[in-house]
Nanobody, 114 residues
């Protein structure tokens, strides 16, 4: 089992920045991919960014050039640096880990005001 705890959400004006963190615990040696998904009100959960154990990354087209995902393997933590935030980035952001199964954090709210 893997436990994920997110932090760093909040309220920010359009054009601002936020940094999300997700700390993993439990069977961390089995984790090969970590990432972030988000869910806006009335919409399905969607991929934001993922990073594999070898450092390769993948981003949603809507966040390319604005968001950066990184991973500190020693600290068992994944980060999402979000710059140039837009109102459409508003939603609950969930941390994700793949480790012989899929694991999710409880989510952290990000609200971008116009």
């Amino acid at each position: 089992q893997v436990q994920l705890v997110e932090s760093g959400g909040g309220l920010v004006q359009a054009g601002g920045s936020l940094r999300l963190s997700c700390a993993a615990s439990g069977s961390i040696l089995k984790i090969h991919t970590m990432g972030w998904y988000r869910q806006a009100p009335g919409k399905q959960r969607e991929l934001v960014a993922i990073i594999s154990s070898n450092g390769s990354t993948n981003y949603a087209d809507s966040v390319k050039g604005r968001f950066t995902i990184s991973r500190d393997i020693a600290q068992n933590t994944v980060y999402l640096q979000m710059n140039s935030l837009k109102p459409e980035d508003t939603g609950v952001y969930y941390c994700y880990a793949a480790a012989r199964g899929s694991f999710w954090g409880q989510g952290t709210q990000v609200t971008v005001s116009s």
